[in-house]
């Protein structure tokens, strides 16, 4: 067993190294020395939220990680739904920190974004991204309404009246929504709440009967319940594979995806404009919710040094076990697969946008473009 | 059953835990920790976790809880000496202790308050962690009971509490309450994203405009630091500053800090009993426990034969509040432990750190009782000890800090201006932290003045947003459940708690009602001419009447984010047109034209305007030349001129001050606000 363990440590190790050099070689560059310095990453939220216990996860072991062992500290810049920093992030030039400032954004901070928010003066394609973590989200049922599905068909939940306690139609709460909407429920969304936390207790206290958590929450938070048979999980939004096809979520291998819910509900399809939009947003809101970059002008060896730190980190040999309860089974993306997951959470079809924008107006009466 | 069975082996495994020497050491250590942070107001347990948060990551479980819960529990305690040296409310848990414990100061009994202060917390921490050990099994179920018809009812009656509060004209009081709601709701609506008292253009206009500024700002409201120091210190501050002389004007009295605690005990009982509020009320989530100690002041005065004295020194308004504050810490660790929702932004983090300890396997939430019942316990009780702890190190400390109150003023307010625009400025890091400060601190200094309840303000403030959400999702969830059947709503709404807790509030809000006039919450204050008082009362009413057509223009689609704001500024423009209309008819004797500078003409050695003018150069620099050369022109000048100090003096003030600013922001890892000069010359560090 140790001896085991020992083999597997020495492997993962030589890969590593063999990695970090792979990508040096061939970006050609040499990296950049951070001993004494400290590194600020900027998180455009407060302390309290799902961003900064992600960002407290990583930051030690990125000092660990990065040549000479720089300080590196979590700054809380909240304001304006994130929009505040990520404003203030798209000012700053690689020159004043020379890769001591990185910047920590998030699903919602990509929406907004891609909606064409008016608070929006950041452009992601000037900044570097060097990492990008992937989660997903499950929604779920008290056991009575549960019980009403055929199988997976969704149609006898039709008649029922849902409530749901969400934080807005603008944020990650669109993907449930619309997801709701097109199984042909009718679910009438409680705003006002702080928090996911909070939704998952008016659940709990029975004055919402449909909720969805992200993975990691939803693993701490509803497993509880759904052994002590007061929630059954109803789908997962399931998972990227390769081609970019949705597949189970390796978190919840069990549970269907919304596709397949969607697939065996008569009023819900799987083509078509409603079903392009929901999954450009859901590509935009999961699979890549949370993205470290360097500012904008960065230089390619400051790009390459943080590569490697971060792939040094996933290739700890405790990664999987220290990560698994905080991030969850999910793909934590360096180099150009991040690069790749970037470019699918910041482009969505003008036909995805145009639609996602009309129907916050038709449905909640939210108007962006003023 | 479940106590004998499951409750007393965890218990034992709990003190096995924590009955360690190199745990109760690191206990003492975030004790040490936490009184170095929480002495300062507006730096409470986010500041001092964030501190320990590196630190925390692989750490051996019971150690690390013990160093931050040693942090978190002391902050209740350590605040409580901002709020009665200096009339500063450490936090939001400590404002009502500012209405009694700062009087006190001033007549020579500080040590005396501290220590009945001190006494209580310690107290109500026990009774707390008691409390706790019995009602963390069966608290589940219950805590699940308080829905949002609930929660609305609970925030109305803290809301209640303004009657006792609102002073000798009890529609002030209301006015001044609606004022602090009004406040409250500027910025963002909950519902649909309306802004209110923002014109919606300026989202539109270009970045780095004073427009776009402004919206980045007060978008999001304003924050209860910046309106906490603003209505309470400055006012304090520039007031003291004012009359040129030391907090107290008499020597500490003799028998200091063991009368304190003889205090205490004579009044065992009202501290059990706020200890109940405080962990009841601390239990239920959504609250955060910023209602708590508007409660149990509320209670002390109700339940006290011999009113007059409160607002001048009562030591029972001390006793109370800071009875249930700790108590409350204790309650907030039910919805943080159990639901994994954290009760107020310190829980927050600690949730957060939790994860990051040991290997990860303590998993805050529904699981906590079953999986960790051991460690929930060894939670509780690690929250006792270290208040006893706190307390003794504080009570030790008491006699010598309280000897700040005889220091000339003149030496002490630069020293506390740093303070709160460090504090203030923590909130946004933004040089609009500042001003904000300063446009709240100028509505303080009126509302002192002319004898309007800040504290009915601050009440109104705090429970503005809980009052706007619950009462909307009550309304929405409410409409729901009465389209499946009129039953079905009408036992949602009128649940058997919403029911007591209407008769608790209709008793207390009459009782009060009646008590009100005896009670003055910030001293006597005489009666003036009309001009003064009349054109402060027109100015709240046209921003009443702002307020008002600014929710008028909200569009019928986003009705939500409008109801409120327009039904809580139409009560108050008419409570304002009543105010009117008895100005005009009303003799200038009546307490209707209470005027402080009347009270206090002969004390006053320094017009109000001047006193103001530093603080707000002080502002002006910064937006020039950034914080940090601002202070140090600021501190230099101030001691030279206004304290009529020699240059040596003022030039070793002024290096210690900035060095110890500096020493502060480094720890915390905080930077300064940039002025205009830091955008055209690259500057290092602290000057940044």
């Given at each position: 067993?140790?001896?085991?363990?020992?083999?597997?440590?020495?492997?993962?190790?030589?890969?590593?190294?063999?990695?970090?050099?792979?990508?040096?070689?061939?970006?050609?560059?040499?990296?950049?020395?951070?001993?004494?310095?400290?590194?600020e990453?900027?998180?455009p939220?407060?302390e309290t939220g799902g961003?900064?216990?992600?960002?407290?996860f990583?930051?030690?072991?990125?000092?660990?990680?990065?040549p000479?062992?720089?300080?590196?500290?979590v700054?809380f810049?909240p304001?304006a739904?994130?929009?505040?920093?990520?404003?203030?992030?798209?000012?700053?030039?690689?020159?004043?920190?020379?890769?001591?400032l990185?910047?920590?954004s998030?699903?919602?901070t990509?929406?907004?974004?891609?909606?064409?928010?008016?608070?929006?003066r950041?452009?992601?394609?000037?900044?570097?991204?060097?990492?990008?973590?992937?989660?997903?989200?499950?929604?779920?049922?008290?056991?009575?309404m549960?019980?009403?599905?055929?199988g997976?068909?969704?149609?006898?939940?039709?008649?029922?009246?849902?409530?749901?306690?969400?934080q807005?139609?603008?944020?990650?709460?669109?993907?449930?929504?619309?997801?709701?909407?097109?199984?042909?429920?009718n679910v009438?969304?409680?705003?006002g709440?702080?928090?996911?936390?909070?939704?998952?207790?008016?659940?709990?206290?029975?004055?919402?009967?449909?909720?969805?958590?992200?993975?990691?929450?939803?693993?701490?938070?509803?497993?509880?319940?759904?052994?002590?048979?007061t929630?059954?999980?109803?789908?997962?939004?399931?998972?990227?594979?390769?081609?970019?096809?949705?597949?189970?979520?390796?978190?919840?291998?069990?549970m269907?995806?919304?596709?397949?819910v969607c697939?065996?509900t008569?009023?819900c399809?799987?083509?078509?404009?409603?079903?392009?939009?929901?999954?450009?947003?859901?590509?935009?809101?999961?699979?890549?919710?949370?993205?470290?970059?360097?500012?904008a002008?960065?230089?390619?060896?400051?790009?390459?040094?943080?590569?490697?730190?971060?792939?040094?980190?996933?290739a700890?040999?405790?990664f999987?076990?220290?990560?698994?309860?905080?991030?969850?089974?999910?793909p934590?993306?360096?180099g150009?697969?991040a690069?790749?997951?970037?470019?699918?959470?910041?482009?969505?079809?003008?036909a995805?946008?145009?639609?996602?924008?009309?129907?916050?107006?038709?449905?909640?009466?939210v108007?962006?473009?003023? | 059953?479940?106590?004998?069975?499951?409750?007393l082996?965890?218990?034992?495994d709990?003190?096995?835990?924590?009955l360690?020497?190199?745990?109760?050491?690191?206990?003492v250590?975030?004790?040490?920790?936490?009184?170095?942070?929480?002495?300062?107001?507006?730096?409470?347990?986010?500041?001092?976790?964030?501190?320990?948060?590196p630190?925390?990551f692989?750490?051996?479980?019971?150690?690390?809880?013990a160093?931050?819960?040693?942090?978190?529990?002391?902050?209740p305690?350590?605040?409580?000496?901002?709020?009665v040296?200096?009339?500063?409310?450490?936090?939001?848990a400590?404002?009502?202790?500012?209405?009694?414990?700062?009087?006190?100061a001033?007549?020579?009994?500080?040590?005396?308050?501290?220590?009945a202060?001190?006494?209580?917390?310690?107290?109500?921490?026990?009774?707390?962690?008691?409390f706790?050990?019995?009602?963390?099994?069966?608290?589940?179920?219950?805590?699940?009971?308080?829905?949002?018809?609930?929660?609305?009812?609970?925030?109305?009656f803290?809301?209640?509490?303004?009657?006792?509060?609102?002073?000798?004209?009890?529609?002030k009081?209301?006015?001044?309450?609606a004022?602090?709601?009004?406040?409250?709701?500027?910025?963002?609506?909950?519902?649909e994203?309306?802004?209110?008292?923002?014109?919606s253009?300026?989202?539109?206009?270009?970045?780095g405009?004073?427009?776009?500024?402004?919206?980045q700002?007060?978008?999001?409201?304003?924050?209860?630091?910046?309106?906490?120091?603003?209505?309470?210190?400055?006012?304090?501050?520039?007031?003291?500053?004012?009359?040129?002389?030391?907090?107290?004007?008499?020597?500490?009295?003799?028998?200091?800090?063991?009368?304190g605690?003889?205090?205490?005990?004579?009044?065992?009982?009202?501290?059990?009993?706020?200890?109940?509020?405080?962990?009841?009320?601390?239990?239920?989530?959504?609250?955060?426990?910023?209602?708590?100690?508007?409660?149990a002041y509320?209670?002390?005065?109700?339940?006290?034969?011999?009113?007059?004295?409160f607002g001048?020194?009562?030591?029972?308004g001390?006793?109370?509040?800071?009875?249930?504050?700790?108590?409350?810490?204790?309650?907030?660790?039910?919805?943080?432990?159990?639901?994994?929702i954290?009760?107020?932004g310190?829980?927050?983090?600690?949730?957060?750190?939790?994860?990051?300890?040991?290997s990860?396997?303590?998993?805050?939430?529904?699981?906590?009782?079953?999986?960790?019942?051991?460690?929930?316990?060894?939670?509780?009780?690690?929250?006792?000890?270290?208040?006893?702890v706190?307390?003794?190190?504080?009570?030790?400390?008491?006699?010598?800090?309280?000897?700040?109150?005889?220091?000339?003023?003149?030496?002490?307010?630069?020293f506390l201006?740093?303070i709160?625009?460090?504090?203030?400025f923590?909130?946004g890091?933004?040089?609009?932290?500042?001003?904000?400060?300063?446009?709240?601190?100028?509505?303080?200094?009126?509302?002192?003045?002319?004898d309007?309840?800040?504290?009915?303000?601050?009440?109104?403030?705090?429970?503005?947003?809980?009052?706007?959400?619950y009462?909307?999702?009550?309304?929405?969830i409410?409409?729901?459940?009465?389209?499946?059947?009129m039953?079905e709503g009408?036992?949602y709404?009128?649940?058997?708690?919403?029911?007591v807790?209407?008769?608790?509030t209709?008793?207390?809000?009459?009782v009060?009602?009646?008590?009100?006039?005896?009670i003055?919450?910030?001293?006597?204050?005489?009666?003036?001419?009309?001009?003064?008082?009349?054109?402060?009362?027109?100015?709240?009413?046209?921003f009443?009447?702002?307020?008002?057509?600014?929710?008028?223009?909200?569009?019928?689609?986003?009705?939500?984010?409008?109801?409120?704001p327009?039904?809580?500024?139409?009560?108050?423009?008419?409570?304002?047109?009543?105010?009117?209309?008895?100005?005009?008819?009303?003799?200038?004797?009546?307490?209707?034209?209470?005027?402080r500078?009347?009270?206090?003409?002969?004390?006053?050695?320094?017009?109000?305007?001047?006193?103001?003018?530093?603080?707000?150069?002080?502002?002006?620099?910064?937006a020039?030349?950034g914080?940090?050369?601002?202070?140090?022109?600021?501190l230099?000048?101030?001691i030279?001129?206004?304290?009529?100090?020699?240059?040596?003096?003022?030039a070793?003030y002024?290096?210690?001050?900035?060095?110890?600013?500096?020493?502060m922001?480094?720890?915390?890892?905080?930077?300064?606000?940039p002025g205009?000069?830091?955008?055209?010359?690259d500057l290092?560090?602290?000057l940044?």
């Open positions: 067993m140790t001896l085991n363990k020992t083999a597997r440590g020495a492997a993962l190790g030589a890969a590593v190294v063999a990695a970090s050099f792979a990508t040096q070689t061939v970006a050609g560059g040499h990296g950049i020395d951070l001993t004494g310095k400290t590194v990453w900027v998180i939220f407060s961003s900064a216990k992600w960002a407290n990583y930051a030690p072991l990125l000092s660990e990680a990065l000479g062992q720089p300080t590196v500290v700054k810049m304001g739904g994130s929009t505040k920093g990520a404003n203030w992030f798209q000012e700053q030039s690689y020159d004043d920190s020379e890769g001591t990185i910047f920590g998030s699903g919602s990509q929406f907004p974004y891609l909606l064409g928010d008016p608070r929006v950041y452009e992601y394609n000037d900044w570097n991204v060097v990492l990008a973590s992937g989660t997903g989200g499950v929604a779920y049922l008290p056991p009575a549960s019980a009403k599905m055929d997976m068909d969704a149609t006898a939940l039709q008649g029922e009246d849902f409530i749901y306690g969400s807005g139609a603008t944020r990650l709460d669109l993907v449930p929504l619309l997801a709701w909407e097109m199984l042909g429920l009438e969304p409680v705003f709440i702080k928090g996911r936390g909070d939704g998952r207790l008016m659940f709990e206290r029975g004055e919402a009967n449909i909720d969805y958590q992200t993975s990691s929450s939803y693993l701490k938070g509803v497993t509880p319940l759904v052994e002590a048979g929630a059954v999980p109803m789908m997962s939004w399931g998972a990227l594979d390769a081609d970019g096809n949705i597949v189970r979520d390796p978190t919840f291998p069990d269907p995806t919304f596709k397949e697939d065996a008569p009023a399809e799987t083509s078509g404009e409603k079903w392009d939009a929901w999954k450009a947003f859901f590509i935009a809101g999961f699979p890549a919710q949370k993205m470290v970059f360097l500012p002008g960065a230089s390619n060896d400051a790009i390459v040094t943080y590569t490697a730190a971060f792939e040094a980190i996933k700890r040999g405790d999987a076990e220290i990560s698994g309860a905080r991030l969850g089974k999910y934590q993306m360096t150009d697969e690069a790749g997951a970037l470019n699918s959470a910041t482009n969505v079809p003008d995805a946008k145009t639609f996602v924008v009309d129907w916050l107006k038709d449905r909640y009466g108007s962006l473009d003023g | 059953m479940d106590f004998f069975t499951l409750a082996p965890a218990l034992g709990a003190a096995g835990l924590i360690q020497p190199v745990v109760l050491g690191y206990l250590m975030g004790v040490v920790m936490g009184l170095c942070v929480g002495v300062f107001p507006g730096l409470g347990g986010i500041a001092g976790l964030s501190l320990l948060l630190f925390m692989g750490m051996d479980p019971v150690l690390g809880l160093l931050m819960i040693g942090m978190v529990a002391v902050v305690t350590s605040d409580t000496f901002a709020s040296l200096m009339g500063i409310p450490g936090s939001s400590s404002q009502a202790t500012v209405l009694d414990g700062f009087p006190m001033k007549k020579g009994e500080a040590a005396r308050a501290l220590s202060a001190f006494a209580s917390s310690l107290f109500g921490g026990l009774v707390g962690a008691a706790l050990t019995l009602f963390i099994l069966v608290a589940r179920p219950i805590v699940l009971e308080f829905r949002t018809p609930e929660l609305l009812m609970i925030t109305i803290g809301l209640s509490m303004v009657g006792i509060l609102a002073g000798r004209v009890a529609l009081g209301l006015v001044a309450a004022l602090g709601m009004l406040v409250g709701v500027i910025g963002e609506g909950a519902f994203g309306e802004l209110r008292m923002i014109p253009d300026w989202v539109y206009a270009d970045s405009t004073a427009a776009f500024t402004v919206y700002y007060m978008g999001d409201g304003l924050k209860l630091v910046i309106v906490g120091l603003g209505i309470f210190a400055i006012p304090e501050i520039v007031a003291l500053l004012r009359q040129d002389r030391s907090i107290s004007d008499r020597s500490p009295l003799g028998g200091g800090w063991l009368s605690v003889r205090d205490w005990f004579a009044n065992i009982w009202l501290s059990v009993r706020c200890s109940i509020i405080g962990v009841v009320v601390g239990v239920i989530p959504g609250l955060g426990g910023s209602v708590v100690d508007w409660i509320g209670h002390a005065v109700q339940t006290t034969k011999d009113k007059s004295k001048s020194g009562e030591i029972r001390v006793i109370g509040p800071e009875s249930s504050n700790n108590a409350k810490e204790g309650g907030g660790l039910v919805p943080t432990l159990l639901f994994g954290p009760g107020s310190s829980m927050a983090i600690f949730i957060g750190a939790i994860a990051l300890l040991g990860g396997n303590i998993e805050v939430g529904p699981s906590m009782l079953q999986n960790n019942l051991d460690i929930t316990y060894a939670i509780v009780w690690l929250l006792a000890l270290a208040n006893v706190g307390t003794l190190i504080c009570i030790a400390a008491s006699g010598g800090i309280a000897r700040l109150t005889t220091i000339p003023f003149g030496l002490l307010a630069p201006f740093m709160i625009s460090f504090a203030a923590q909130s890091q933004n040089l609009m932290d500042l001003v904000a400060l300063l446009g709240i601190g100028l509505l303080g200094i009126m509302m002192r003045r002319f309007w309840s800040r504290p009915a303000f601050l009440i109104g403030f705090v429970l503005s947003n809980p009052a706007e959400n009462a909307n999702q009550a309304v929405q409410a409409q729901s459940r009465f389209r499946k059947s039953g009408m036992e709404i009128f649940s058997p708690i919403v029911i807790l209407l008769i608790i209709v008793i207390s809000v009459v009060g009602l009646r008590q009100a006039k005896q003055m919450a910030e001293g006597e204050v005489q009666a003036g001419t009309k001009r003064a008082p009349f054109i402060f009362l027109l100015v709240v009413l046209a009443l009447v702002t307020a008002f057509a600014n929710a008028w223009t909200i569009p019928d689609y986003a009705w939500r984010d409008r109801v409120f327009m039904f809580v500024a139409g009560i108050a423009v008419v409570g304002a047109l009543v105010l009117v209309v008895q100005m005009m008819i009303r003799e200038e004797a009546h307490p209707l034209f209470a005027d500078e009347v009270t206090d003409a002969e004390v006053n050695s320094h017009g109000l305007w001047s006193t103001l003018a530093w603080f707000a150069g002080l502002l002006a620099l910064t020039m030349l914080f940090i050369l601002a202070l140090g022109l600021f230099f000048a101030f030279k001129v206004r304290a009529g100090r020699s240059a040596g003096f003022a070793a002024t290096v210690a001050g900035i060095a110890f600013m500096c020493g922001a480094a720890l915390l890892n905080r930077d300064f606000p205009l000069l830091q955008s055209y010359v290092p560090w602290p940044t």
